[in-house]
């Protein structure tokens, strides 16, 4: 059928588009011609090739192009084909999905693991699934778009409460755990709801992290449980690259108190294929094999995937120099950006935003470097706040010290 630009949603999609066009914000997909790594390969307009250096990727730890990465999924694709054409309670659960969620728990140090085809499903699971009506669920206001959209259908299916707190804002958030019986929540009554404070553990955006002690006292006090999507935390911080809760002493056994729940990616530092999982008590996986949506009604991670992420968590186990090597690239990196005079937002995260501004120059930047043979990011409205522009430099263990060193020789020429 021909598209006509007539029907209301042909013509204001028109409108949006050229809208974006004209004030220099539509973002355009390259195409990659070889696997991410420190470099990558890129089709220019012209269908020719050029190479560039690669500070945009989640791949922190170096796995995306790692061989023995590679041959698990091949090996996995083998031995069980593309998948079980069918949801996991029908049709059955291929034994590498058996394995990566032990590998998973053991990694995160909880009791059990559930994995989804990303952390989005992840998020979308978790809170319709573990809240109930009564609930009251507080988020930090910086959270990813997965956690948001995940507690608005907590709230549109189970009808629980949500509040946004002001930014690893602990006192703004104190004073919404004191009014929760505002909001109906009577926790000495006979059916006390439960409170869920959901927070990031490394703000994408920001770089920064979630003060996850201080959070974890708050909850204690107010029976609250405390869930944390560590993104990009993993591979990252804590000083095997466990995640938030390691930096913070946080793992089985340390004195200041678990997180309750996390979620989190296979689709950046371990592997970066694909998938997501909610890691914590047992009980929790078994109401998500009972009662998720996305597991009810969903295939499984794909086979090839769930083996590459397995080796890519083991290499991590294997390795944590990599971690080392990941940490002392980041601060090199920080370190000359802004001797060469740019504003970097401090954090012990591999994320560097430098703070441009408007976001058609950040996106103009961000073309300029492309062409000096760096590829960075630039990040506007709406995925960060109007004004806060940024291009968003993301470190690896695979950068060497030569790569940084032109990664700011381009920013200097901007
Ligand atoms: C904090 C956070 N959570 C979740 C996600 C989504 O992960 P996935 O790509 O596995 O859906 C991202 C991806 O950008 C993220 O930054």
């Not at 911080?237 to 004195?255: A, I, N, V, W």
Request: some cysteine; charged content about 20%; overall charge neutral.
């Amino acid at each position: 059928m021909k598209a006509t630009a007539t029907r209301p949603f042909d013509a204001r999609t028109d409108a949006t588009l050229a809208k974006l066009d004209a004030a220099g914000q539509y973002k355009h997909l390259q195409m990659l011609q070889g696997p991410m790594d420190a470099s990558v390969t890129i089709r220019k307009a012209d269908g020719s090739s050029h190479r560039a250096l690669c500070f945009c990727s989640n791949n922190y730890l170096g796995l995306a192009n790692h061989p023995e990465v590679i041959d698990a999924g091949i090996e996995g694709l083998k031995k069980y084909g593309a998948g079980t054409a069918s949801v996991r309670f029908i049709c059955g659960t291929f034994e590498p999905h058996e394995r990566l969620e032990q590998t998973i728990a053991d990694y995160m140090g909880t009791e059990s693991s559930y994995t989804f085809v990303s952390c989005w499903t992840a998020n979308e699971a978790l809170y319709p699934t573990f809240a109930e009506p009564g609930d009251l669920i507080l988020s930090d206001e910086l959270n990813h778009a997965c956690i948001i959209d995940g507690i608005r259908l907590a709230h549109s299916i189970k009808k629980c409460a949500r509040k946004v707190y002001k930014h690893s804002d602990l006192a703004d958030l104190r004073s919404k755990l004191e009014s929760a019986h505002d909001l109906g929540l009577d926790k000495d009554g006979p059916n006390p709801g439960q409170i869920w404070v959901i927070t990031d553990g490394v703000f994408s955006m920001e770089g920064d992290i979630a003060d996850l002690r201080g959070l974890r006292k708050l909850c204690d006090e107010f029976g609250a449980m405390l869930v944390v999507d560590d993104s990009h935390g993993h591979g990252v911080m804590g000083k095997t690259g466990r995640g938030t809760h390691e930096h913070f002493g946080m793992l089985p056994g340390g004195s200041d108190g678990q997180v309750d729940f996390f979620t989190g990616t296979l689709g950046k530092a371990l592997g970066g294929g694909a998938g997501g999982f909610i890691a914590g008590p047992k009980r929790g996986s078994e109401l998500i094999v009972q009662r998720g949506r996305p597991t009810l009604f969903s295939n499984a991670l794909p086979v090839t995937v769930a083996c590459s992420a397995t080796k890519a968590i083991e290499i991590l186990m294997r390795e944590p120099q990599r971690v080392q090597t990941l940490r002392d690239n980041t601060a090199y990196a920080r370190q000359q950006i802004t001797a060469a005079g740019f504003e970097v937002i401090d954090s012990p995260t591999a994320i560097c935003p430098i703070i441009v501004g408007d976001t058609a120059r950040a996106i103009a930047m961000s073309k300029r470097l492309l062409e000096l043979g760096v590829f960075v990011i630039g990040f506007g409205f709406p995925v960060v706040p109007e004004g806060a522009a940024r291009l968003r430099v993301q470190l690896s263990a695979a950068h060497t010290r030569a790569h940084i060193d032109e990664l700011v020789g381009a920013l200097k020429k901007l």
